[in-house]
């Protein structure tokens, strides 16, 4: 694998050791189970983590712990379950049943998919106040922006809502970083005590639902 054989090279760089990695594979010989262990192993999962934990601060300018959730360790189980993937308490939890139908390229779908619940460990979530789909398409546009976009995700413009979620919201926080360079870093930190939908005025002088209109006009042709 490629690509993470490159972070084996890039986390030597890294210093994250105040945060302890765990892997498991809960899946045990299960088509899923024995496609994780083939395919992509916990040495390299491990290795994901911890340069998903420095991209994720990159993205989000935490240069200095102060900036940062305190977080001491982050645990992934691949398992049976429905689903794809979630993150509860630090834990992520991938799904062996997804891998093992996955018929595209397991081991990127992988890579992107933990960098997604990765977010999740470290995002600030504005004291449970924040849109649920404001959280998640601020997971996805790091995926984005580190360039593990899958096939089915949705083009910039498309959506009904700017907080729908996801690869909706992940487009239209790109067009807002655009307007303003560093923004989802700065919204990320005004998350940190709170939420409201001023933040959007507070950085960019226009209402959320201004900023919409604006995006779907766009794209609009």
């Not at 040495?43 to 420095?54: A, D, K, Q």
């Not at 794809?84 to 834990?91: F, H, K, L």
């Not at 999740?120 to 959280?135: E, K, S």
């Not at 970083?177 to 001023?198: C, I, P, Q």
Request: proline share 2%.
């Amino acid at each position: 694998m490629l690509f993470l054989a490159t972070l084996v090279v890039l986390s030597s760089s890294m210093q994250s050791r105040a945060v302890e990695y765990t892997v498991t594979n809960s899946a045990g010989n299960t088509t899923g189970g024995a496609r994780f262990s083939s395919e992509i192993g916990i040495p390299n999962s491990r290795i994901l983590l911890i340069v998903s934990t420095h991209i994720i601060w990159n993205v989000f300018q935490q240069n200095v712990p102060g900036d940062r959730k305190s977080v001491e360790k982050v645990s992934l189980f691949i398992e049976n379950m429905e689903g794809i993937a979630y993150e509860s308490n630090d834990e992520i939890h991938v799904s062996a049943t997804y891998l093992g139908g996955f018929s595209g390229n397991v081991k990127r779908e992988f890579v992107g998919v933990v960098l997604h619940e990765m977010v999740h460990v470290w995002r600030w979530n504005g004291d449970g106040q924040a849109p649920g789909g404001l959280i998640e398409g601020i997971a996805d546009f790091v995926r984005l922006r580190s360039r593990f976009v899958p096939d089915h995700w949705v083009g910039p413009g498309q959506g009904d809502r700017w907080d729908q979620g996801y690869d909706i919201t992940a487009r239209f926080l790109d067009y807002c970083d655009g307007l303003r360079n560093g923004f989802v870093a700065e919204l990320n930190k005004k998350m940190r005590t709170g939420y409201s939908d001023n933040y959007f005025v507070d950085l960019l002088d226009k209402s959320v639902d201004q900023l919409w209109m604006d995006y779907k006009a766009k794209y609009a042709t």
